[in-house]
């Protein structure tokens, strides 16, 4: 029997609980670690990311599997690196995704950190995704088993050391399997609803999440059309992503979006439809995965956000910590912030952070 150590993430969800009782049957030593990242007094209990349910439930999962538990308050560097990050990104009239940041600067780290303390190397979590070594020798995230739950996307940014060191049970399995597997191991939480996409705001409500957190002016602007006419009057950048078309509260005639973002001005773009695509994309924040290093000519497909199906592309290089990505055909609300992922054969090449949208 395999006797290593192993540190599993345990949110109290139903993943990462069968992510910990799959490695315990495979013969690991199993330690569950909980990790306490955000306390705001308007969240509900069960929301909040340090909320007294989520250790509850963790801990009765730990409990019932026989493995012992940890909770680690890691509040600080989750407001330093992931909710400041977020705001400022608003404010900046970008759209980030926290959880990318989150994978790789506090969840990894937290846990590789804890690991060392109890004499466990390895680390694990509830991701529905693959960790292979390849045959020239680098670590890539593989593909799940479904691309309707596959989680590779907020993962990319995950360093050759973390990825050495990471075990993924889940990435064989659809979650119907998982929910399943759930109840005929009698774990507690079963039948538990999944958690939000953003932990820390559970009602989806980012603006209002930001005006709660910042000292920081929030300015209304104007909205100004593709040509710079004046069309009426926002209520701040903050409340506004790339590609949006309700809220807006304009009066056109026709159904609008916006198009661009100017922090500098104030300014929000408004355009058709058509305004929205463009054929390619600039970005940097590099980390390749699969591959050494990005080269002009590489062809992949690309995701610009989670929820994308992902298109042919082929990359450009054009700086030390910049690329520009071509699409064979242009894509809807590529949008500042965001990460863009290249996947070849069902492994992640690599990604980066999305700085603008190119129109040629």
Known sequence: MNKDKIIVGLSGGVDSSVAACLLKQQGYDVIGVTMINFREEQLSEEANGSGSKIVEDAKKVADYLG?????????????????????????SGRTPNPCVVCNRYIKWKAMMEQGEKLGARLIATGHYAGVERLAGGRYSLKCSATAAKDQTYALYGLTQEQLSRTVMPLGAYTKTEIRRMASEYGIPVAEKPDSMEICFIPDQDYAGFIARNTDEKISVGNYVSTSGEILGQHKGIIHYTIGQRKGLNLAMGRPVFVTEIRPETNEVVIGDGGDVFAPALKCSKLNPVSVPEFESGMKVFAKIRYNHKGAPAVIEKTGEDELIVRFEEPQRAITPGQAVVFYQDGYVAGGGIIDAALKD
């Open 67 to 91: 493995i012992p538990h940890y909770t680690v308050d890691f509040c600080p560097q989750f407001k330093e690196n992931v909710i400041d990050y977020f705001i400022k990104e608003y404010f």
